[in-house]
């Protein structure tokens, strides 16, 4: 014999708070479910499937991952860090992918791809960024911005560093560009090349607004070697 239980309804004044079963009960769910859920949450569900192929799941303790097509494909472990294409993120948005994209940004059908790539073959990995935007849009550029215009402050710069060093000054070289003057209304601004000497970083060379290159520790000042504004370029 069979037993069944059939509920048409139950209204909220029914008087029945709690319906609890002794074994696992599997089934077809036709139609919409609605409720609230208590403060205590559920937690006897593990895996939840919504759609074709589509889950929500808790495969660990504090852990929640998102499926498509019957694959895990998003997961946030117990520290809050998410990861896509990893089960073990390593920082709060963590991206892996054995593809050349991991992610892509720009507006409509033109984007620049952001990725990992190893760059001689070998071990050594670096970022790269690609676009397929036309030509007359110009392709993958690297924007380093700053909001502030006066005198003096840095816009942008590139910073060669090591983290293994245990000096406070931890830049090996540095590729930085500073207005001259005010950019209020215009920029003005030059590009300056910095190294390291035993933990100190000097200003070896720059090319100011004017286009004309000074390096550093030079004597000749015809064409703007060794002169803080020299009026004639480098040839």
Known sequence: ???????????????????????????????????NVNSTGVTTVTSLRIGTGTSISSPATNVLTLGTNNSERVRIDSSGNTGIGTILPAGKIHVTTTGSRAALFGPGSSFTNLYSSYLDGQSNVGLEITSNAPSAQGGATLVLSNSQTDSGCSIGGISFTTSGTSGSEKRGALINSQLEGSGATNVTANLLFYTTNSGSIVERARFNST??????????????????????GLS
């Open 1 to 35: 014999m069979t037993s069944k239980i059939v509920v048409n309804n139950i209204e909220a004044d029914s008087g029945i708070n709690t319906v609890t079963f002794n074994s696992n009960i599997s089934g077809n769910l036709i139609g919409n479910v609605t409720g």
């Open 211 to 232: 286009g004309a290159f000074v390096l550093a520790g030079g004597t000749t000042t015809a064409n703007g070697i060794g002169i803080a504004f020299p009026f004639a």
